[in-house]
């Protein structure tokens, strides 16, 4: 048995736990923190989502387990288990994660889908919705239908 208090153990296990916290107090803007709820929106420093969804989100640092966000902006996004709409940040980093769109310098993947990425580097396991086959079949299927609709119309005058 350890005679440190079980407070204190949480960060020799993981030393990084105190200095997020110090560094947290620095960012501006206050940590929000949200568990097993539903937000419209929320806007924040330090961002922590917990089975949770958001419409909006605003945050320089955000972190999310098992959660949904429609627009995200922030600094660095870290998710798992998660859905987005939109994200635009600088650093994100998604593990087993799904979005329609990401747009950031950087992108940490690790199995997730993504509908259209934009990035200068991208590090690990990204599956696009859209491959080119069915682009192109989208496409022709678009054609045909603009075609069909002109020649209906063309025939009327």
Do not use: C, Y
């Not at 080119?132 to 045909?144: I, K, M, N, S, Y």
């Amino acid at each position: 048995m350890s005679d440190q208090p079980e407070n204190n153990k949480s960060h020799q296990e993981n030393p990084l736990e105190e200095f997020a916290a110090s560094m947290s107090d620095a960012l501006p803007g206050k940590p929000v923190d949200v568990s097993a709820s539903s937000v419209d929106r929320i806007e924040g420093g330090q961002v922590r989502l917990q089975q949770s969804a958001a419409r909006q989100l605003k945050a320089n640092a955000l972190h999310m387990e098992e959660s949904a966000a429609g627009l995200v902006r922030a600094g660095s996004v870290d998710a798992s288990d998660s859905g987005f709409g939109i994200v635009a940040a600088d650093d994100v980093t998604l593990t087993d994660a799904t979005a329609g769109m990401v747009a950031a310098r950087t992108v940490h993947a690790s199995d997730v889908n993504i509908g259209f990425l934009v990035t200068s580097r991208v590090e690990g396991t990204v599956r696009p919705f859209l491959t080119p086959t069915l682009a192109a079949a989208f496409g022709a299927g678009f054609a045909a239908i603009l075609w069909t609709l002109n020649r209906l119309f063309a025939r009327r005058r």
